[in-house]
């Protein structure tokens, strides 16, 4: 018997594995594995969220101005000129959808977030992977890379899982290169805890290109991964267009409450700056004593490289460290198999961490 068949594109996905988040035997869980803040959600955030138990039964408008009004008042950018969604995925997919079609290519890179690939076949394009340059997007090898099918390119910065990031200059150069009808997206899911002077999200570049979106989420700094809620920034062609595709109602009237008083909170936002600035040092140092090397990062985690052979590998590593409940992201599906990244956690699980790689590094 036949049976329905999805688009051949849809077939080649493979599916988006998320870390684990448990630690069988263990007394006591710290999870590092998916970047969360140790430090939650605002209280006004919690108290917003809780507020709207009482309007539960009511549609709100699926539009989110108050939202975007929040996010624009405190970035700097035109309201009307904003997106949200379910998470920032939801608006990378939008964008893939959009403007991708069977015939195009996307370009991302080696070691680049994984839902842009899921994004470009779902949208019936061909994904493009271009290498990096020591971990870093390389913006030579993404121009060298362009064709007369190229019709968007994935940029994470900084990019996850390294944790490294490319300069405004870089990113001005490499928008410069392309041809006006390829769409730069520039992911800054982490762009709020940098504190390079020569960095920039590309908010004001989009002020100004009719061909460049910026995403953000507030899954990362802001706590709120389980409300699931992202915005993009962009020309008001390209937002028109998205709005068109975006479900009506994309995003609950209790996100929008929550990401209204956590994007106004600043003095907690800064709070969580300072903390992971402070932890994300200490940990560097710590475990670059150990004789591993971690690769440099501007985000709230690390990338920490193990040997390939011999007693101290990732997976031993990993093993070792999932006993004692330290729960850590192996990268193997991210072509980077012998490295672990490790989310800057609280106080006591940045010590915590530390005490127990020194004592797998000491054992044979």
């Excluded at 890179?109 to 997007?137: K, M, N, Q």
């Excluded at 009808?181 to 100004?208: F, M, N, P, R, W």
């Amino acid at each position: 018997m036949t049976q329905p068949q999805p688009k051949p594109s849809i077939l080649e996905i493979e599916p988006y594995k998320q870390g684990k988040s448990k630690a069988a035997g263990a007394q006591k869980m710290f999870k590092l594995s998916s970047n969360e803040t140790p430090l939650g959600a605002s209280p006004k955030a919690k108290a917003a969220y809780l507020a709207e138990v009482e309007h539960l039964e009511l549609y709100h408008d699926g539009s989110a101005p108050s939202l975007r009004a929040a996010i624009g008042g405190v970035y700097g950018i035109e309201a009307q000129r904003i997106i949200c969604g379910a998470g920032s995925d939801e608006v990378l997919n939008l964008i893939a959808y959009a403007y991708l079609q069977a015939g195009d290519e996307a370009i991302y890179t080696r070691h680049g977030f994984l839902v842009y690939p899921i994004a470009i076949r779902s949208a019936g394009a061909t994904p493009v992977v271009v290498s990096e340059r020591d971990l870093h997007t390389d913006v030579d090898a993404i121009l060298a890379a362009v064709t007369t099918r190229t019709k968007m390119v994935f940029i994470a910065n900084p990019n996850n899982p390294t944790g490294t990031y490319i300069s405004a200059d870089e990113v001005r150069r490499l928008h410069a290169g392309l041809p006006d009808h390829v769409i730069l997206v520039l992911d800054g899911a982490y762009a709020e805890y940098v504190q390079e002077h020569d960095y920039s999200d590309g908010l004001e570049l989009a002020k100004t290109a009719q061909n460049v979106v910026v995403t953000h989420t507030f899954s990362k700094i802001y706590g709120l991964a389980g409300l699931r809620l992202g915005w993009g920034y962009a020309s008001a062609g390209i937002i028109d267009v998205l709005n068109r595709i975006r479900g009506p109602f994309n995003i609950s009237s209790s996100a929008v409450a929550a990401g209204i008083a956590a994007v106004e909170d600043q003095r907690f936002m800064q709070a969580a700056i300072a903390h992971n600035t402070k932890w994300c040092a200490f940990l560097v140092k710590e475990i670059a004593a150990l004789g591993l090397t971690v690769t440099p990062s501007v985000a709230n985690f690390i990338l920490i490289n193990f040997p390939e052979t011999g007693a101290h590998t990732a997976t031993a590593a990993d093993a070792f460290l999932t006993q004692r409940g330290f729960i850590l992201r192996a990268v193997g599906n991210y072509h980077l198999p012998h490295a672990l990244r490790l989310t800057v956690g609280s106080e006591e699980a940045c010590k915590g961490v530390v005490a127990a790689l020194t004592e797998f590094m000491k054992g044979e």
